[in-house]
C-alpha cells in the first residue's frame, strides 16, 4: 500500500491487539523499551524511584534510568522467577513512584492485593510483557509488549502500549 511503517495496518494492527488484549488502547511503538520509556513519560514520573525484579533484560531498568528515576531491584521469587511481591513490599518508599513486574518467559506475576494503580497514594503499575504474549493473564495494567523477533509473537521489532487509561 506504499507505506514502509505506521500507516492503515498499524492501526489494524493496534486494534486487533487491545482487542485481543482485552483493553481500549493500543499503541505501536518500536519497542518494549521505547514503550516502557514512554508510559513512565506519559504519567510524568520524573524523579523518585521505580522498582524492578532483579531478573529482567536491561531495558527494564534502562527505561526508569532515562526519565531520572533510581533503579530499586526486588528480589525474584524462585519458583516462578518473576518479582518477588513481598520484597515489593519491603521496598516501597514514599519515594516509589512505579513497580514494573517483568513477566519472565510467559509466567504471569499475580499483582497481590496490596498494590495497584487504582489508589493514588500506591504506585503505578507498569507491566513488562515483553516476554508474555499469549499469556491472558497479563495486560490488565497499563502494559509494555515486544515484537522483537526472539519474543513470543514476532513481526521483526516493534512493541506496543496497551491500557484502558484515555
Not at 493500543?26 to 514512554?38: E, F, I, P, Y
Not at 521469587?77 to 514494573?100: F, G, H, P, Q, Y
Not at 504474549?133 to 490488565?140: A, D, L
Amino acid at each position: 500500500n506504499g507505506w514502509w511503517g505506521l500507516g492503515q495496518k498499524t492501526e489494524e494492527f493496534e486494534k486487533k491487539f487491545a482487542e485481543y488484549v482485552g483493553v481500549k488502547y493500543a499503541v505501536g511503538v518500536n519497542s518494549c523499551t521505547a514503550a516502557l520509556d514512554l508510559v513512565i513519560k506519559a504519567h510524568g514520573i520524573t524523579e523518585g524511584e521505580i522498582i524492578v525484579p532483579a531478573l529482567t533484560f536491561a531495558s527494564t531498568a534502562l527505561a526508569v534510568k532515562y526519565n531520572n528515576c533510581q533503579v530499586v531491584f526486588a528480589d525474584i521469587d524462585e519458583e516462578t522467577l518473576c518479582i518477588d511481591w513481598k520484597d515489593v513490599k519491603n521496598k516501597i518508599s514514599k519515594n516509589t513512584k512505579a513497580v514494573i513486574p517483568v513477566h519472565y518467559g510467559g509466567r504471569y506475576c499475580k499483582e497481590p492485593i496490596f498494590i495497584g494503580n487504582i489508589d493514588p497514594a500506591k504506585p503505578l503499575i507498569i507491566e513488562d510483557c515483553a516476554h508474555a504474549t499469549g499469556n491472558k493473564q497479563v495486560g490488565k495494567n497499563t502494559s509494555c509488549w515486544s515484537f522483537h523477533d526472539v519474543k513470543n509473537l514476532a513481526t521483526v521489532d516493534g512493541g506496543m502500549v496497551t491500557t484502558n487509561d484515555e
